[in-house]
């Protein structure tokens, strides 16, 4: 995973590229000193050889933070090692790794122009000291040309690889932002819904007061204020439950667990639902009909014909649980990692709930839910 990584992400973007870079130009030093001292390529570097050969490996620290810099720095020290006729296999891993870098880093254009420059550079070398080496010749000019190439194919990977990660995000961000904006459109409906009922139940309290006070219906009143105050009392407790803000217009009526018979017919599901004579707050009904309602979708798009499809519904002490089995494939074919599935998370938490997703150890996929019910009542 992080030989992988290394290759996809931002190499000036990587943690610590200086003292990464330190201790690998170190450790190319001493590759250097053990091919000098073993290989026969030339003469055995003397004082002055060592001398170039060790600085030419200094300016690799900073190669990701300076790499043209770097490049001309370590050719200022490996040309004239090279013209000396020195060990000339022990410079070539820090100068391949200098290329390399100068390729994944910058633009074609500039790896194009190191490319002849440096080809041109090490012919010229290779003509006045070995003139008569063709085959070594076209095998140095080989191996600069390989490193390039290489280097600029990986420039495009990460670019591919951060496009597509770019596109991802957004796509993910636009998801969840149409779940948050349903969850508001349905918030607005039961505002609407609660105030609308208030009203109502107020101009009832005032119409009792008004029209015969000599007689007043002291049991009408009474009802009137105490459907007021429990419609308060529950408007309090969804707002409470829902995290996003009041945009946009209704659409249609606000869904919850009695709309769901309807729902699962269309799919061909098995619904279950144990939840007795328990009051449900209509935000936890809402997000519990859109939890189901996206996992059918899900199931009947991804998943293989014919599958079995479960829906259940229940209470566990004051928790609403929301279960829907999938006999068949998983979504896409992935463990949760879906748009669908982040915007039922959002649906989820939108009431303090949680959700998990993913495929099932018989085979299959599940998604299941827990929404917790405040202060829930039962009625009689």
Known sequence: ?????????????????????????????????????????GRAPDALGWALLLAAHVPLAWRRRAPMPVLLAMVACVVPYHALDYMHLAPIPASMTALYTVASTGRPRRTLFVGLSVTSVTLTIQVFVNPHEMV??????GWVIAMLVFGASIRLYRQLVAGVMERAEREA???????????????HDLLAHS??????????????????????????????LDGIT???????????????????????PLPDLASLPDLVRTSGADLTVRTGAAKV???????????????????VRHGAPGADL???????????????????????????????????RERARSVGGTLSAGPRDGGGFEVAAELPLPGREVTV
């Open 173 to 187: 961000e636009r998801k969840v932002a149409e779940e948050r904006l349903r969850i508001a459109r349905d918030l």
């Open 281 to 299: 707050p209509a935000a936890v009904g809402a997000a519990a009909y859109r939890i189901v309602q996206e996992s059918l979708t899900n199931a």
């Open 1 to 41: 995973m992080d030989f992988a990584a290394a290759f996809t992400r931002d190499p000036q973007a990587a943690p610590y590229p200086v003292r990464c870079d330190a201790s690998a130009a170190a450790v190319f030093a001493v590759l250097a000193a053990v091919l000098a001292l073993t290989v026969d390529d």
């Open 136 to 141: 070594e010749l076209l095998r140095v000019s």
């Open 230 to 252: 429990e419609t308060c009392r529950d408007a309090r407790s969804e707002v409470r439950t829902t995290l996003d803000v009041l945009r946009a217009t209704p659409e249609g």
């Open 310 to 344: 479960s829906v259940d519904v229940g209470l566990e002490k004051d928790v609403l649980t929301v279960r829907v089995t999938n006999g068949g494939s998983a979504p896409g074919g992935t463990g949760g990692s879906g748009y669908g599935i982040l915007g039922m």
């Open 195 to 224: 105030i609308t009922l208030i009203g109502v139940q107020t101009s009832v309290a005032a119409h009792v007061l008004v029209a015969d006070p000599d007689r007043l219906d002291r049991e009408a009143l009474v009802k009137a």
